[in-house]
């Protein structure tokens, strides 16, 4: 009988990844025990896992450590906007490496239930924070942003400007600056697009704190950001239409 019951969310869609299928069955046995879980797949390979990350829907990912040619440290980096994971390894070396990639949870061998459900819990909780941010409607003048283990609100009309680093993006703010495990473009998606704009590759400018647009740079403040060609008109027009600076 499942432990968790709810009738109206979409349960999470999981993969397991794991070289040792003994491993993978008592994964995917305590998934099946979890209403809010739903076993995705299964792979025996982290190679395996990127090509199916990169095909279906995958939510949560159970994640060993240790495995042949590519593990799962390796997998996880080279990867864009991963999905939510937590790893199961039989090590406790790697954990501090596992948290400086915001891992949701560290989980020893042998897992036990308690802490299986301890940590697919705390993914979904996750889960949702985010979903709720993807929102478009009555978007709130705050969000969520993580901080190692825990949950930073800050406002967003604060932001001077967002720096894409990979895997990693630098907000920006007057007195402070915060660096996150998220995307820029996962941060452009979030963001409202009213108020921020994609001047070049590497960075998301609040448009009601830019001073000044001249050539090719951006000026907010005491910084000066580079602005491509083509997504110079876009601003210009962007700006004017709204009236935010006068030419």
């Known amino acids: 009988m499942s432990v968790t019951k709810h009738i109206t969310e979409l349960p999470l869609q999981c993969l397991v990844v794991d070289d040792e299928p003994i491993a993978r069955t008592g994964i995917i046995d305590f998934i099946d025990q979890v209403d809010f879980l739903q076993l995705a797949g299964s792979c025996g390979t982290a190679m395996e896992a990127s090509d199916f990350i990169h095909k279906n829907q995958v939510d949560l990912l159970f994640l060993d450590i240790n495995m042949p040619y590519l593990s799962g440290l390796e997998l996880l980096e ?33 897992i036990t239930f308690q802490r299986f459900h301890q940590a697919a819990t705390k993914a979904r909780q996750m889960h949702q924070f985010q979903h709720q941010q993807k929102q478009p409607q009555a978007m709130d003048p705050y969000l969520f942003v993580r901080q190692k283990d825990s949950f930073k609100k800050i406002q967003w009309a604060d932001i001077l400007y ?22 820029l473009v996962s941060l452009e998606e979030i963001l409202p697009s009213d108020h921020f704009f994609r001047i070049h590759k590497s960075y998301l400018v609040n448009i009601s704190k830019i001073d000044v647009v001249s050539g ?22 962007e700006v004017v239409y709204n009236k935010l600076i006068s030419r």
């Not at 991963?82 to 042998?110: C, M, N, W």
């Not at 000026?219 to 210009?236: V, W």
């Open 216 to 237: 090719g740079r951006i000026f907010i403040g005491d910084h000066e950001l580079p602005i491509s060609r083509h997504r110079r008109e876009d601003l210009l027009k």
């Open 78 to 110: 080279s990867m864009e906007n991963p999905p939510l994971t937590i790893f199961t390894t039989a090590y406790s070396e790697h954990a501090l490496e596992g948290y400086r990639l915001q891992i949701v949870d560290y989980l020893l061998k042998p």
């Open 162 to 183: 967002v720096e894409g680093m990979q895997n990693y993006a630098r907000l920006k703010f007057k007195d402070q600056e915060l660096i996150i495990h998220q995307t």
